[in-house]
């Protein structure tokens, strides 16, 4: 581990290892509680501009923390650009700058990681395993019992500790599993204890997916247990093929209980089949009628969009005759793209899209050099981005607050392991 940062704050190992859990884990803690995740990244932030002041020098900093703030930046700046003729200013300059917390919040962690010293990489993975098994008891719990930490099951499908006002429950656990999953896996095929483990919390993020309704949940958890399948066949010398299938029968069996046994889950599905009797825009909600309005909004304005969460105010002068987005009393239309390359193309424009693709393509460059072990040590991250950015499903918006918030603390989370690691 690099030791630049080690005097940028001088604080003990033991209060840094607090810091840095209380920190590090009160992001996704706070999630789903309406904006309070917004406190642990202000604290952060703070540490991060003191650690900043007292160690300015970037070439100092770890190549990991500098190729954070590298990634950061760029989606920054692409919401920065969006914001110079948007149609909304104040709401775009106002969540382009927001974004800067971002940069001081990494840099904040990772003064602490260095101060916390040896373990405490490991001590953050732990306690967010523990954290997101909390979520799927508690939604278990709620699929049983009608009542979680998050209210009484009054929504249309699983809620869990987000409550029935915000449904948000079933995307954040999906790519949020392989911070629970991966770190559970069976060391050798002989170790019974691990592969239970593993299977019961399988089983669990599974059940909890799919009972919660949402969609591009599904898609996604479908996208980490892919994943999951292949790290297992490469670990242990297994079948890719039978673990895939194996994964996909016990997502059938269980999808044809919560079929036959919830009128909710029986509505999605019948509506998610509806796509394959030729009614898309039945199957996806209407989101069709989004999806054609975001591209004619970023040919509209190609270089650099109408400005991040312009997108409300944009919708009506874009949309074709007769959409049902469009409300005539406020003229605003759909909230954002529900994709996040549209939401791109459409708010940041060509500037901000090849701003965020050559974020990604300098981070992958960079993620090939590292060593095997650093590798092993970021892939739950990884996972869990690819996860958030596979293309071809629906997306919630990316430049919101409590999406970007998701997206930013697990390129912490990725760059904090990455660090320790090596």
């Known amino acids: 581990m690099s030791t630049a940062l080690r005097p940028a704050l001088p604080l003990s190992p033991t209060h840094a290892l607090r810091w840095l859990l209380l920190l590090g884990l009160g992001v996704p803690l706070m999630l789903p509680f309406a904006r309070s995740a917004e406190l642990p990244l202000l604290l952060g932030a703070l540490f991060g501009l003191w650690a900043l002041l007292r160690r300015p020098d970037p070439r100092q900093w770890p190549a ?64 967010i395993a523990l954290l997101l098994a909390l979520w799927v008891l508690d939604a278990l719990i709620q699929a049983l019992s009608g009542h979680s930490l998050g209210g009484p099951l009054d929504a249309d499908r699983l809620s869990g500790i987000f409550g029935a ?23 050798q095929r002989a170790d019974r204890g691990r592969w239970l483990l593993l299977a019961v919390a399988y089983v669990g993020v599974l059940s909890v997916n799919l009972l919660a309704g949402a969609r591009a949940g599904w898609i996604m958890f479908g996208w980490v247990s892919l994943w999951l399948a292949w790290r297992l066949s490469r670990n242990l010398q297994l079948r ?9 029968l016990l997502g059938l069996a269980l999808g044809l209980l919560a079929y036959a046994g919830s009128e909710r889950f029986q509505a999605r599905v019948d509506r998610t089949a509806a796509l394959f009797s030729g009614e898309a825009d ?21 270089l650099n969009g109408v400005g991040v969460r312009g997108f409300r105010d944009a ?39 090849l701003l965020w693709l050559g974020a990604m393509a300098y981070l992958y460059r960079r993620l090939q050099q590292l ?52």
């Open 64 to 127: 990991a923390l500098r190729d954070l703030c590298v990634v950061l930046a760029a989606i920054a700046l692409a919401a920065l650009i969006s914001a110079l003729d948007a149609v909304d200013p104040a709401k775009s300059w106002t969540s382009a700058i927001a974004l800067l917390r971002f940069l001081l919040y990494g840099i904040g962690l990772y003064a602490l990681l260095e101060c916390a010293g040896p373990g405490a990489g490991r001590a953050l993975s732990r306690g």
């Open 371 to 422: 060593s095997p072990q650093q590798l092993r040590a970021c892939e739950p991250a990884l996972v869990a981005l690819s996860a958030m950015l596979f293309p071809l499903n629906t997306h919630l918006a990316f430049y919101s607050t409590f999406w970007s918030i998701v997206l930013a603390w697990l390129l912490v989370w990725l760059a904090l392991h990455r660090e320790e690691a090596g």
């Open 165 to 187: 006002d915000d449904l948000k429950l079933g995307p954040t656990l999906a790519v949020l599993a392989p911070l629970l999953l991966w770190p559970l896996l069976p060391p």
């Open 240 to 248: 890719f093929a039978p673990l895939l299938l194996g994964a996909a």
């Open 315 to 353: 919708y009506a002068q874009h949309a074709a005759p007769g959409d049902p987005w469009v409300d005539p009393h406020s003229g605003q239309g759909a909230a954002h793209a529900h994709q996040w390359l549209l939401e791109l193309w459409s708010e940041t424009g060509a500037l901000g899209l």
């Open 282 to 302: 039945h199957a996806l909600a209407g989101r069709t009628w989004i999806f054609a309005t975001a591209w004619r909004m970023g040919l509209a304005h190609p």
